[in-house]
């Protein structure tokens, strides 16, 4: 009866933040789970790589970029202003910057609510998160065996959690529970966490925090449960899983003896990786030696370096020592009585100073002793006059200080894709916190710096045209191309009854292939049914292109967009299956707009296979398009060497977005000039006053 109150305390606890008077906000996603292209670069900042015509049309882009987020919270728009460096310096890092290299920008950057470090170590464990499987998802505790180990944990009171637990997934709450391991766990109990084979590692991110552990899985409840078994049988448990830092991470920090420690290094993949569940506020571990100097564990130490895994070294930044000494207790009671203090303190500092380690910081003179200010350019800082105790004062003052002769040297603001982030974080802070500039009249200056027409006129105009022409889009398209876009674009989308009642949908979603493939072949698929069934292909090639391909009526996609961001390998390999791109979107739109705005290889694989841009249907084609993201980049796109050639005839929408190209950047209108010399243009060719973007 007493656990099962435990835990009725506990749903209990999280109801009352699950439904507040007051909804919580919720945070953006800024995780990032794929490397950044090239592509990708311009997607995360879409300002970064643009040459602005003049420095007012810059601050306003910026400016603009920020107010269209002024509807968040304020604690979301800062982490999105964080978000616009972090991306930045993970870009640099998967494209083989280091962090010293990184760190030489530092300077640059004005502390924003974080500072440059914590910004580049969460751009490192952005990269790292890709190697483990993590999840928001508390339906994950349905599956998962041997969680009686916890405190008051059954299968009925487990369904009851998952309830409560899913309707705060994905929204920033702040709640945290720890919870208990039970007081009498049996070996079966134990062994069962042993029967999660596939997904035995993947961790749980939720309120629920046990053993020092920001998350949960059955790997980290084994580990905090180990010593229930004998040594001899958690050698033979251990030999049957994998294990990664992260797990061995949590046996560090609570303790697990010696004796079970090394039979479970024996069985963790690389073992030199960053442990990502214990990375804290203050202090960063580069690989688990950092957690062992950081929690004075000689013996850990020592067994890591047979492994290859040592603490950091890098002076100008932080070492292994500077750790150690960071994490002295501050509290007097750690020093006063003798027979309390621990000797692993001096122990893991002379081990460290024995290897070669060296502190950053510099001595001092005060009431005529000797002091040590200990202070790691990347991490905590401590005072030798908080320890008490003689002996490791005395060895404290023994240490061989990194003075600033190791420092960084800090490189000035230039063109690199980590000063521009810097620079439009610092524009996007001044928006936010300048409450006396309205964000409408900064969106009529960027038009009318642009010349481009408001909104709401523009709407308006296509509004009467709809209603008062029987040929709307003959219309809009004699006035500009993009007006026909717009206007597509508007039109409201299909209903929520033909999204949620397929038969069809719910054969793909459960991978039952061939039942989709017999139901392609003899019934025809809607619209919405078409173009999921196309979203879908482009993520599983092999098993949906036989059932695209087997369509009894083949309904054209509402959009081909989404060709725009697959990578090249996946357009090389729709060829390879013979994947037919002559396909149109049901406006009679080809692959030629979403291959353009991907890269030019693209375009080059569709022009060998003997097709042609489309130009002679209303609405954008693939030569306004390109002109159009040229002027947003502020430098014309690579493709458009390769569809020039194969326009016949130069429209008026070509014209006037060349103009404005000529007009913002003289330079790549020049460009432009040498690709054709019928971009020649008078003086009166008037830049165009509408646009679209192709999201």
Request: with cysteine.
């Amino acid at each position: 009866m007493k656990k099962f109150t435990l835990l009725i305390v506990l749903v209990i606890t999280i109801s009352v933040y699950l439904y507040p008077t007051k909804k919580p906000s919720s945070n953006i996603n800024i995780e990032v789970t794929h490397a950044l292209n090239d592509n990708a670069v311009e997607e995360v900042f879409p300002l970064s790589n643009r040459k602005f015509a003049s420095n007012r049309l810059k601050e306003l882009s910026i400016a603009d970029a920020q107010c269209n987020e002024s509807s968040l919270d304020f604690g979301t728009q800062v982490a999105n202003i964080h978000n616009i460096l972090i991306q930045a310096l993970e870009y640099e890092l998967r494209n083989g910057k280091t962090a010293r290299e990184l760190l030489a920008y530092s300077k640059q950057y004005k502390t924003f609510y974080q500072s440059y470090d914590d910004l580049l170590h969460q751009a490192k464990i952005r990269i790292e998160q890709e190697k483990y499987n993590f999840t928001l998802s508390a339906d994950i505790l349905n599956s998962w065996k041997g969680l009686t180990v916890i405190n008051g944990f059954s299968a009925t009171n487990i369904a009851m959690l998952v309830q409560d637990l899913k309707a705060i997934e994905g929204v920033s709450h702040g709640l945290k529970m720890n919870l208990e391991l039970g007081n009498e766990i049996s070996k079966s109990d134990v062994l069962a966490l042993l029967e999660n084979d596939d997904n035995f590692n993947t961790y749980l991110k939720s309120p629920l925090q046990v053993g020092g552990s920001p998350v949960l899985s059955p790997s980290i409840l084994f580990i905090l449960t180990a010593r229930t078994l004998s040594v001899d049988e958690f050698k033979q448990a251990v030999s049957l899983k994998k294990f990664n830092v992260n797990d061995v991470a949590i046996a560090i920090l609570n303790n697990l003896p010696y004796e079970y420690f090394e039979h479970l290094v024996k069985h963790t993949q690389a073992l030199g990786d960053m442990p990502l569940i214990v990375q804290g506020q203050d202090n960063y571990y580069a690989n688990l030696a950092d957690l062992a100097a950081a929690t004075f564990n000689v013996k850990i130490l020592q067994l890591l370096d047979k492994y290859g895994v040592q603490p950091s070294s890098e002076l100008g930044v932080a070492t292994g020592l500077d750790l150690a000494v960071a994490n002295l207790p501050e509290e007097k009671e750690a020093y006063i009585d003798a027979d309390r203090f621990s000797e692993k303190y001096i122990e893991t500092i002379k081990y460290l100073v024995e290897k070669g380690y060296k502190a950053h910081g510099a001595s001092y003179q005060r009431d005529e002793e000797s002091v040590i200010f200990f202070g790691a350019p990347n991490g905590r800082n401590f005072h030798s006059s908080k320890v008490l105790n003689a002996e490791l004062n005395k060895t404290l003052h023994q240490l061989e200080l990194v003075n600033n002769n190791y420092s960084i040297e800090q490189l000035p603001p230039d063109d690199s894709l980590v000063s521009k982030a810097i620079e439009m974080q610092e524009l996007r802070k001044a928006v936010l916190n300048d409450t006396s500039e309205s964000c409408e009249n900064i969106r009529k200056e960027l038009l009318a710096e642009e010349g481009f027409l408001e909104r709401r006129e523009v709407y308006k105009l296509i509004e009467r045209i709809t209603q008062e022409q029987s040929n709307a889009a003959d219309q809009l398209h004699a006035i500009d191309p993009a007006l026909v876009n717009l206007w597509r674009d508007s039109q409201p989308e299909l209903n929520l009854s033909e999204r949620s009642g397929s038969d069809f949908l719910t054969m793909l979603r459960e991978g039952r292939f061939q039942a989709a493939l017999e139901y392609s072949y003899s019934t025809p698929l809607t619209q919405f049914e078409t173009d999921r069934l196309l979203s879908l292909l482009l993520g599983d090639i092999e098993n949906i292109l036989p059932i695209w391909n087997a369509r009894v009526a083949s309904i054209s996609p509402s959009s081909l967009v989404i060709f725009k961001s697959i990578s090249f390998d996946t357009w090389e390999f729709l060829q390879k299956e013979k994947f037919d791109f002559s396909i149109q979107d049901k406006f009679g739109n080809d692959l030629f707009v979403p291959a353009a705005l991907n890269s030019a290889k693209a375009v080059k694989l569709l022009l060998d296979l003997g097709l042609t841009p489309e130009f002679g249907k209303v609405g954008l084609d693939v030569l306004d398009l390109l002109l159009e993201k040229s002027y947003e980049n502020g430098q014309l796109n690579p493709s458009l060497g390769l569809i020039i050639p194969q326009v016949k005839i130069f429209e008026p929408s070509h014209l006037s977005r060349a103009a404005r190209i000529k007009r913002f950047f003289p330079d790549e209108y020049k460009k432009l000039l040498q690709l054709n010399e019928k971009f020649a243009l008078e003086d009166d060719v008037a830049v165009n006053q509408f646009r679209f973007v192709m999201r």
